[in-house]
Nanobody
Framework: VQLQASGGGLVQPGGSLRLSCAASGSIFSIDVMGWYRQAPGKQREWVASISSGGSTNYADSVKGRFTISRDNAKNTVDLQMNSLKPMDTAVYYC???????????????WGQGTQVTVSS
């Protein structure tokens, strides 16, 4: 099982970016999917999550600006980021709480991270 994130880049303040993450491999079931981020010199922080039923949660710092969505048939999760601020600059990591066919329980799997830089 692996998660592959994409979509990062450089954007000016006020701009938008869309991150995508695809889970692949021998996947039996996926529960929660979401995103964390880690800014230079800071601890990793949770950004947003979405359940298999579509319930969403957001960190206060991104509420109203970011939208998380997923496609259960494709095992993908996206993060639409609008009104970006320099404080959003970080490496963004996707994760999935999933069970592979060789697993006996659900475990967190992580993507490799994608850089988002908000700067003029």
């Amino acid at each position: 099982v692996q998660l592959q994130a994409s979509g990062g880049g450089l954007v000016q303040p006020g701009g938008s970016l869309r991150l995508s993450c695809a889970a692949s491999g021998s996947i039996f079931s996926i529960d929660v999917m979401g995103w964390y981020r880690q800014a230079p010199g800071k601890q990793r922080e949770w950004v947003a999550s979405i359940s298999s039923g579509g319930s969403t949660n957001y960190a206060d710092s991104v509420k109203g600006r970011f939208t998380i969505s997923r496609d259960n048939a494709k095992n993908t999760v996206d993060l639409q980021m609008n009104s970006l601020k320099p404080m959003d600059t970080a490496v963004y990591y996707c994760y999935a709480d999933l069970r592979g066919y060789s697993d006996y329980a659900y475990y967190d799997y992580w993507g490799q991270g994608t850089q988002v830089t908000v700067s003029s």
